[in-house]
């Protein structure tokens, strides 16, 4: 408009999670089949920056809004894990982003250390494992 490019974005959604700490790992496959646990899910975006390297955060939208009070209460309550590095998941309300394409599987870096991240799949740290402790000692500093 005027020679000045637009950009039109959608509103936020009202059923979505913002998701973060998380892996280089991790891509918009991985957070959609990670969360569906709690409810179906319409979009997960692992944001990029620039370069196409995963920020760490992304963005959950469910398609009904219980879902997303169970993964907020689950992942709050316990340790939610994506991938072999007891970093747990942080989730919280969606503030909106400039960038949400997200880090496609295609485009993951798939060297030997994703493969060894993505041994295991997403899951909550059972009470009292190493996981569980490593990882709620880790949460407390965030």
Not at 52 to 65: C, H
């Amino acid at each position: 408009m005027r020679g000045r490019q637009l950009r039109v974005r959608l509103s936020t959604h009202s059923a979505a999670l913002s998701v973060s700490n998380f892996s280089p790992y991790v891509s918009n496959k991985l957070l959609e089949e990670a969360f569906s646990q709690f409810g179906p899910v319409e979009r997960a975006v692992d944001i990029v920056d620039d370069r196409g390297r995963s920020t760490g955060k992304g963005i959950v939208e469910f398609a009904v809004k219980s879902a997303v009070r169970k993964a907020y209460d689950r992942c709050t309550e316990g340790v939610f894990l994506l991938t072999t590095t007891p970093m747990p998941v942080i989730v919280g309300p969606l503030e909106q982003y400039d960038d949400e394409d997200g880090l496609t599987e295609k485009l993951a870096q798939k060297n030997h250390l994703y493969q060894k991240e993505r041994e295991i799949p997403p899951r909550f740290a059972q009470h009292g494992s190493f996981e569980y402790e490593c990882s709620k000692r880790w949460k407390s500093f965030r």
